[in-house]
């Protein structure tokens, strides 16, 4: 099986990155550059790992959340499906097993929230991954002034982390939220629908999301 080191050291999927990451920053969008496929990669992996699936998974969640934005080097629309096409020609080209290929493309064709959803474990890691990856260094625009409401909410998330438990069967996202520049409030307004698509990733993999800022369970 090919490794997610591999994957990570694939010129092609490296340069749809930052093809991806380039366009996007052009529309406004927050940093999805190799740190954010990294950070994406390494947090399914590590949801997966501590509620004991096996490493087989393990390594699958870690090799399509690092491809999962690849669709975005050729449109922001429809990137999830566009990049499980992508994603398709580049595995098959390094011989991956048929089936593994299968769970990737699932994986990163149902990322996305207004398209996708958890179909299976892999899956459902990659989307809690993804949307728990709310920080500040994302923001690409330097002008507070003028901050859209992604902007808002990624600046003011000072700090997040994402805490697995198996014996409590909880993936908790906890975030430190300063509220003068974006309120609690606020952050369900623009990403209810991520939370919710995290609540129901959670419940494929048998436990519940809960969600914490400033050390208060809101959700």
Known sequence: MVKYKEIKNNEMIDELIAAGNHALGVLGYTDHSKAHAAKVAETAGKILKELGYDDHLVELAKISGYMHDIGNAINRTDHAHSGALLAFQILKDMEIDAKDIGIILGAIGNHDENTGCAVDPVSAAIILADKTDVRRNRVRNQDITSFDNHDRVNYAAI?????????????????????????????????????????????????????MTNGNKVY
């Open 159 to 211: 700090e997040s982390k994402v805490t697995i438990s198996k014996e409590k069967q909880t993936v908790v996202l906890d975030i430190t939220l300063d509220e003068t520049i974006c309120s609690v409030l606020e952050y369900f307004e623009i990403f209810l629908n991520r939370m919710l698509m995290c609540r129901r990733a959670g419940e494929m993999l048998n436990v519940k999301f809960k969600f």
